[in-house]
């Protein structure tokens, strides 16, 4: 007898649902039997750190598994009895900042007696293989293909610079900074480094490789010493690797795999799964839990991305192919939602990001400082990058947790302009300006500053960098004459920064959730650490209708009273911000302190509500690799031919 089917319409929604229930069912009656699980990580691919921001980038990210979700997933996995063991293929452009973001979890994972194997065909091939190393050294079993290399040789950094071709076609650059450190400038004024950019430079390169050193021989369990000699005379062939201590066996794939089903048969066979579509500890439907009303009091930590450069509006700008942005009112109005929702303990404020605009950088710094003041904690996390503007929205923080090897700092400024005329003019293209104010044309390209001019654009860099520091020693609780010395543009590793005082702690997203959610009434080592939420990727937390997007010009309304406490929300600018959230296991202490209305009295404001939606993978965003990321401190903020914004 045929079985009965739903009607068309309805089988998208029912039918999952069946199965759903069929697979519980079924081991209700073979509860007798666990299934063993062996998670396979697939790193060749690429990490995703941000959202897609266009169709193609989605396109492009489709079977790319996130940082977040590959750490979450370890991080779950070494609680579930069902899984035995991972086996991970190394490879791929990832930073050192990545990469130590998923050894944690990875010490985690082996922490619970679980099997961890690495495997690669070659950690760099005819080159520098420092961050896939960085990764599986963390392992407890380390592979190379007989072909293969390890090149473990410790970072480097390039500079191009741009005087001599701007030379030749006639370009004229008129660029202020504050101050010697802030090298962005560099590339267009200098044919070669300064020896302040030189100095900064030199610094990064040996942060990182000492980073790497001591991780890798902490992996290991080598002294430093040996590390640092097997680098000098790298990249090493598959044998002296071996012979070093740095890699434990030489095969194919099928050796790694057949090794370990022979190792792990007794029990019966593991069956492989890939961690990104690790099926949650609980069953199919343990993500019920998350849709139903918990325990008074239990609150969640909500995680808001800030990825890419900062700029005034919202999030993304006029070109549907570019990589994702910062936009000052889409990122506060994701602030304020989050803040304003009363299940929301603390915000963890996720940052990659090189700066951007100056006035930009100070709304979102705003923002932060309100939510604050309304009683919810900020934390921010530091990616791979976090400078300049992008350490700007971090400082008003209560913490800042950044990697190792992040670059940050760079508390400076530049802003100035490329004139044109001559280049224009090689080509036959001739132009006239008329103005009506004295300094109404000032920033045209057609014509340089003069002294007048020239002096209003140092005055304004003087006040801006005035401004950035002043509100960084406020913000860091440092007096101004201690932290000035480490300003002046200079850009700092995130081990650098935390000796210096510039940030708090190292490690990455978990840490900080970690950070954000613990009870702050509780005394050290009492503080009970937060979970994600079992669901990923991490729900969005969205606007209230009453809350509309400031940079859509509609007034907001209050008058539609609150909806309940996860009910869906209107508007994009948190979905848009990239904010997700994650469980805390712990008491929630915190009241959100009601702001005062027009008579005086007290009233909330509109709340946000989350949505329970899945989301989706982000874009082919991958974190710069230990060299290339010191490459790109060079410029860690950057101007154009027409640029007329201060840029931090």
């Keep these: 007898m045929a079985a009965r089917r739903f009607p068309a319409p309805l089988r998208p929604y029912l039918d999952p649902v069946v199965a759903s229930v069929r697979t519980v069912a079924g081991r209700v009656a073979n509860r007798g039997e666990t299934e063993r699980l062996l998670l396979e990580l697939d790193l060749t691919r690429g990490l995703l750190e941000a959202p897609p921001t266009s169709p193609l980038a989605a396109f492009r990210a489709l079977q790319t598994p996130t940082l977040r ?15 035995v063991g991972v086996v991970a293929h190394v490879g791929g452009s990832h930073g050192l900042t990545a990469t ?4 944690a979890a990875v010490a985690t994972f082996r922490a619970a007696g679980k ?15 420092n961050a896939a190393y960085h990764l599986a050294s963390a392992f407890e079993e380390v592979w190379v293909q007989p072909t293969g290399q390890v090149g ?25 900074q504050r101050h010697e450190y802030k090298s962005a400038a560099n590339t267009y004024l200098e044919r070669s480094m300064t020896e302040p950019h030189r100095e900064m430079m030199t610094r990064i390169v040996d942060s990182i490789t000492d980073t790497l050193v001591a991780d890798v021989s902490a992996g290991r369990g080598l002294e430093p010493a040996a590390v640092r000699a ?17 890699v434990d066996r030489i095969g194919y794939r099928e050796d790694v795999y057949a090794a370990l089903r022979s190792e792990l048969a007794v029990g019966g066979e593991p069956t492989l799964r890939y961690v990104e579509r690790y099926a949650k500890p609980g069953g199919p439907l343990a993500g019920l839990k998350d849709q139903l009303p918990g325990p008074r009091g239990k609150g969640v930590v909500a995680v808001v991305g800030a990825h890419g450069p900062i700029h005034l509006g919202r999030n993304g700008g006029p070109n549907p192919l570019g990589g994702p ?5 889409s990122l506060a109005s994701a602030l304020r939602t989050a803040g304003n929702d009363p299940s929301v303990r603390a915000i963890v404020l996720r940052i990659d990001s090189p700066g951007g605009s100056a006035v930009a950088s100070d709304a979102v710094r705003r923002a932060v400082q309100q939510v604050r003041a309304d009683g919810t904690p900020v934390v921010a996390s530091m990616g791979a990058v976090a400078g300049s503007g992008g350490y700007f929205i971090a400082m008003p923080c209560d913490e800042i947790v950044a990697g190792a090897a992040t670059l940050t700092g760079s508390i400076g400024v530049l802003g ?12 036959g293209v001739d132009r006239e300006t008329v103005r009506a104010g004295r300094f109404s044309d000032m920033f045209s390209s057609d014509r340089p500053f003069d002294e007048e001019e020239w002096a209003r654009v140092e005055g304004w860099l003087d006040a801006i960098y005035a401004d950035f520091t002043a509100k960084a020693a406020a913000d860091r609780g440092m007096p101004l004459a201690e932290l000035e010395p480490f300003a002046r543009g200079r850009v700092w590793t995130g081990a650098d920064a935390a000796e210096r005082g510039l940030v708090d702690h190292l490690g990455g997203l978990s840490l900080a959730v970690d950070r954000g959610g613990r009870d702050r009434g509780d005394e050290p080592g009492r503080r009970r650490r937060p979970r994600l939420a079992e669901a990923e990727p991490a729900r969005r937390v969205q606007p209230a209708r009453e809350q509309r997007d400031p940079g859509r010009g509609a007034p907001a309304r209050r008058g539609r009273g609150r909806r309940r406490p996860g009910a869906p929300a209107a508007g994009r600018a948190g979905r848009a911000a990239g904010v997700r959230r994650a469980d805390h296991a712990g008491p929630d202490r915190r009241a959100l302190r009601p702001r005062p209305g027009p008579s005086g009295e007290r009233k909330r404001g509109p709340e946000g509500h989350l949505d329970r939606s899945r989301g989706t993978s982000g ?9 290339s990321s010191a490459r790109g401190a060079a410029g860690i903020s950057r101007t154009s031919a027409r640029s007329r914004t201060a840029r931090r």
């Excluded at 997933?73 to 070494?78: G, P, R």
């Excluded at 473990?152 to 202020?176: I, M, N, P, S, Y």
Aim: glycine share 14%; aromatic share 4%; hydrophobic share 40%.
């Design 152 to 176: 473990l040789v410790g970072a480097h950094a390039e500079v191009t610079f741009l005087r001599g071709t701007l030379d030749k076609l006639g370009v004229e650059t008129q660029l202020g």
């Design 100 to 103: 130590a973001e998923i050894r």
């Design 416 to 427: 100035g302009k490329q004139v044109l005329r001559e280049t224009l003019g090689r080509i």
């Design 325 to 329: 942005s910062i936009g000052s009112d």
């Design 619 to 627: 874009p082919r965003f991958l974190p710069r690799s230990a060299f």
């Design 115 to 129: 099997r961890a194997v690495a495997w690669s065909e070659t950690y760099g091939e005819m080159g520098g293989g």
């Design 230 to 246: 097997a680098l000098e005379v790298g990249p090493l062939s598959p044998d002296d690797a071996v012979a070093r201590g740095l």
């Design 69 to 83: 979700g590959v750490v979450t997933a370890l991080e779950k996995a070494a609680e579930d009895d069902e899984v």
